[in-house]
């Protein structure tokens, strides 16, 4: 029994040891948690705005990966993310039921435009418009190619790779019915099922008629043209096509209380779709990697964002 | 129910109801609507969020506080499985490899843990072993806990079955957001979530470990003089150690199911490496990580099994030969020539570790001995039976020390390797390629013209109440009465929650894609029992299939397939098809050999035998394949949404995105009820067909 003891500490004493030698504990610091948004646009935002907080405000920010959407805004809510950056209004629904300045209830904050600002439409590849339909502009004249867009589930009418979920708001089959478009809109679910479906036709060089928006890293690798829409009109929606989405920051409100010179940036911070493209292109289509871009960038522009600092 | 005319009257009757139900179909314009009166005041989902919003105003503070315990536990671990070098985990994993499961088994971890460092993925695999090793060691804890209740209490037992049965065919998208409110974001609420589906498989086994002790052993224990306690540790519990260890496995495998779920909800891993590769559309990339979990799901599915035999008595290196092939294999030459330099080192390492613990107990016994000789001898034998043990204290030690002194560093750039590109040009030019895609062409119009859309307007139009009817009466048929009564309810709570048409959707791509999964399982079954090295290329394919996160091969499916619902069907298949070909090849290969040996002295031909003897013989086996492969398209319905599957899963997935608990968890509960009707359905004709042939 004794020996059993013994032995007992002693693989005890040993494996502790062990994991004394093997592991160190991290050190506290002025610390906030972020999302990083699964599109490069946005992830190229929160990397700006971390990127200033941890040199020149000595944050230190846990970036989380997690797919955007409602997961990120009730995890802002309860205080488990600090902030988050460049929400799409078009694709929250969740603005509507927590932010005060669309109607919710306040436990979430919103802190000021990005600078970026997007718009959504119909689009169709640029082989398409050259080789079969030159005269292809706008709604009005998908008709006369829809058998080009069929496919078997859509029984002769033309298919619309289409908003992908009903949470977007986008009342594809009803702008279509309404404005007299013979086509069918097929939700694919995801955002990511949509680009696959499009990357694979654009491939094989099928046509397709594609929902997306700009700024957008799918443009830099297919060539799309964008199909006319009647000017966005509040009144007769979803007869029309989409308002401009100015995009935004958005944080805990406790959080930003405590952290008033972080708040001061994301509500003050102004990127144009410009200065945002470049950085995108570098990172999707050079395959850089987007640290040292944003390094890069806000090396270069000073006088950008400094205006943005308290 | 037993006579020929009776039999004929019931298939006079399907045929008559089938033509009147076509007719009833072709005559109604649009799909079926469930009436207004019961489904307008059943507000299933406005109740389930208001109770949400009240157990969020007034049990958050106790969620949280245990949520904060699980973190920091997980972080403790997390940073030591992170921040130690790669080399001492590593071996951590190999040595009770090693001497549980024998050398075979070590090589396979060793070959595992050089996949996760040589991808570049060895943070993401520690994280995700650290989330998964405490969900499941809490799953086992708790599970162990409540198995060891129910197999107490007839009761309890009794009411925890529909629980446990809900528990595990709920979609996690359900509680998934729920789960951030009331338990942060990252590790707790994903532990949390892993928890709910992958507890039950430790509590059933663990009730059915100790039930099925025989009640003379219990007696003679009682009769000695144990009292209850005393026959629970000593007696119950020992006992039914491989049930239990089966159930711990089963749970293993269910929590490495949920990886790439986590990431939905913030918890960094395979998961969310696996989620950004897909979501940028880098098949290769999201290959490599699905690989990775691959791995772990093999290495902690063989070690766990291996933990419940008993262990061999003798060190791993003391069998005389080292076996790494199947010993069928002896015949070829270069089966030794690979093995014998492995045995050799094997042996000469172990011959070192024998050595070493012989001086390690001479010395430790030697300085015992100067205070007490009797257990001086005691020690020096203690320590030299443990002589693996010793030695690999010993191993850990030192790299632990090298480590402080020198510094281990990364994993070694030159071991790193990458098969993206390959993969990544593999699937380009699969999606161009003219021949391949007019066969994926052509499969989807024969899928969708032929099967699925047909099934879907028959079940959307054809009137609500006769879908009832029917399910209804074929339930009181084949399974009771009482049952009958449950179907019923079952049916009329989907209407009511203004779910009927999406849950015949559901019903029909689940339908067709068993059918599927037939069409190609059975003859793969067959081939397997017919040749043996057909078998062993499927073998790991099977595992592969089995474990790779479905999220992988969405996306190659969607370029190959298009966008539409045959894509959803095809992944499903996927990932539905494994239990038929397996439960195939079980049954034609239980069927003794006397039984074909027969057939072929009265002169059956081969295919003779195989459809009249040996097919109708497995048949109990292949529809124990039917009821899995249900089960399983029925969970994948939930993901099939993510590339444009219809039906409940959607609904699901569209609560997910809007954050309404409510209607998610009525979508969810669709989906159980399906399972549960589709499952006992199933499981009566498994029976049936078994007590035919009296087996």
Known sequence: ?310 | MDTGKNRLLMWAAIVLGFFSSIILVRNAGDASVFPAFISDPFQFSEWINQGEDWLKKNYRWFTRMIAGWIETALYTVEDFLIESPWLLILMLFILPSIAYGGLPLGLLTLVGGLFWGGVGMWEPTMQTLALMGMAVILSVFFGILLGITSAQSDRFESILKPILDTMQTMPAFVYLLPAVFFFGIGGPPAIMATMIYALPPVIRLTNLGIRQIPAETIEAAHSFGANRLQTLVKVQLPLSLPSIMLGINQTIMMALGLVVLATFIGADGLGSEVWKAIYKLRVGWSLEGGLCIVFMAIIFDRLSLALGRPKPSALPANTTRFYLLPQSFDIYPIAKIIERPIGAGWNFIAMCGQGFTQIIAVTLGSIVNLFDSVRGQAFVIGIRRHAFLVSSIALLLSISIFDHFFGIGEFLESMQFSFREPVDNAVAWLTVNPAFIAFTKGLRALVYLYFLHPLDVFLTYLPWYIVVAVLSIVSWISVGRNFALVCFCLLMFIGACDLWEQAMLTLSSVLVSVLICFIIGIPLGILSTRSKRFDMILRPVLDAMQTLPSFVYLIPVLMFFGGNIVSAVIATVIYALPPVIRLTALGIGQIPVTYTEVSSSFGGTTSQTLIKVKLPMALPSIMLGLNQAVMMALAMQVVTPLIGGVGLGREVFNALNTSNTGEGLAAGIGIVLLAIILDRLSQAWTQTQRDALGV
């Open chain 1, 1 to 310: 029994m004794t020996i059993l003891t013994f032995k007992k500490t002693v693989v005890g004493g040993i494996a502790a040891s062990i994991l004394a030698l093997g592991a160190l504990p991290a050190s506290a610091a002025q610390r906030m948690s972020a999302p990083i948004p699964d599109w490069t646009g946005g992830a190229v935002v929160c990397k700006l705005v971390q990127t200033i907080l941890e040199n020149e405000m000595g944050y230190k920010i846990k970036a989380i990966t997690m797919p955007s959407g409602a997961g990120v805004y009730e995890a802002i809510a309860s205080g488990d993310l600090d902030y988050a950056c460049e929400s799409w209004p078009s694709y929250s629904s969740s603005k509507d039921i927590m932010i005060k300045e669309f109607g919710g209830d306040g436990t979430v904050q919103y802190m000021g435009p990005t600078g970026i600002v997007g718009v959504s439409s119909y689009y169709v590849p640029r082989y398409f418009v050259d080789e079969v339909a030159p005269d292809l502009k706008s709604y009005e004249d998908l008709n006369k190619y829809k058998e080009h867009f069929s496919t078997i589930e859509t029984s002769g009418k033309g298919r619309l790779i289409a908003c992908p979920t009903p949470a977007w708001e986008c009342d594809d089959q009803k702008r279509l019915d309404l404005l007299g478009v013979d086509f069918v809109a097929v939700e694919l679910g995801t955002e990511t099922a949509a680009w696959a479906e499009a990357q694979a036709a654009y491939s094989r060089k099928e046509p397709f008629l594609l929902y997306a928006w700009e700024p957008h890293w799918i443009h830099a690798k297919l060539d799309l043209v964008r199909i006319e829409l009647p000017a966005h009109n509040a009144d007769t929606w979803p007869a029309t096509g989409w308002a401009e989405d100015v995009t935004f920051n958005y944080a805990n409100p406790d959080s930003m209380a405590e952290h008033t010179d972080a708040a001061h940036v994301l509500s003050n911070m102004d990127l144009s779709n410009s200065e945002q493209a470049k950085m995108v292109l570098d990172i999707d289509v050079d395959g850089k990697d987007i640290g040292e871009v944003v390094d890069a960038w806000l090396a270069e522009n000073e006088s950008i964002w400094r205006k943005w600092l308290p």
